[in-house]
C-alpha cells in the first residue's frame, strides 16, 4: 500500500501520518495544498506504485479535496485504470453534507478530525487494513 496524504495543517499532517505509519505501508507521500496532491497522486502512478490510499482533507489551497477527487476519478477513467485508489476524506466538516458530497464525487469513506482518538484511529486503521 502507498499512501498520500493532503492537509494544510501541519498538526493535523502528522497526526494521520502517525496513524497511517502504523498499517506498515510502502509509502507515504505527504501534500499541503490540493494541487500539489494532485500531481504527486500523477507521480506515484508514474512511478508505478499501485495500492494507492489517498487521505483528503477538504479545506485545501490551490485545490480543495473534492476538487482533488474529481481530478484524481476522471485521471481514472481518461487513463482507463483498472486499479482505482482508494479515498478516505479527514475533514473538520463533520456534517452529513459534507460526507454527501465527498461520496457522490468519489469518495470511499469519510472521517471527521473531531472524532476522540480512539475511534479516529481505529476509524482509520480499518479504512487502511481494506488493502
Do not use: C, W
Request: hydrophobic residues 40%; proline residues 2%.
Amino acid at each position: 500500500m502507498n499512501i498520500l496524504i493532503a492537509d494544510d495543517s501541519p498538526i493535523s499532517l502528522k497526526l494521520v501520518e502517525k496513524q497511517a505509519q502504523k498499517s506498515n505501508p510502502n509509502s507515504i507521500y505527504t501534500s499541503t495544498n490540493g494541487e500539489e496532491a494532485f500531481e504527486s497522486y500523477k507521480d506515484m502512478l508514474n512511478m508505478g506504485l499501485g495500492d494507492l490510499v489517498l487521505l483528503l482533507d477538504i479545506n485545501m489551497p490551490a485545490l480543495n479535496g473534492i476538487e482533488v477527487i474529481k481530478k484524481v476519478r476522471a485521471h481514472e477513467r481518461s487513463q482507463r485504470l483498472t486499479e482505482r485508489a482508494r479515498i478516505m476524506v479527514i475533514t473538520d466538516y463533520d456534517t452529513d453534507d459534507a460526507e454527501y458530497l465527498a461520496r457522490l464525487v468519489g469518495a470511499d469513506a469519510f472521517l471527521a478530525k473531531t472524532d476522540t482518538n480512539n475511534t479516529f484511529a481505529a476509524t482509520l486503521g480499518s479504512f487502511l487494513k481494506r488493502s
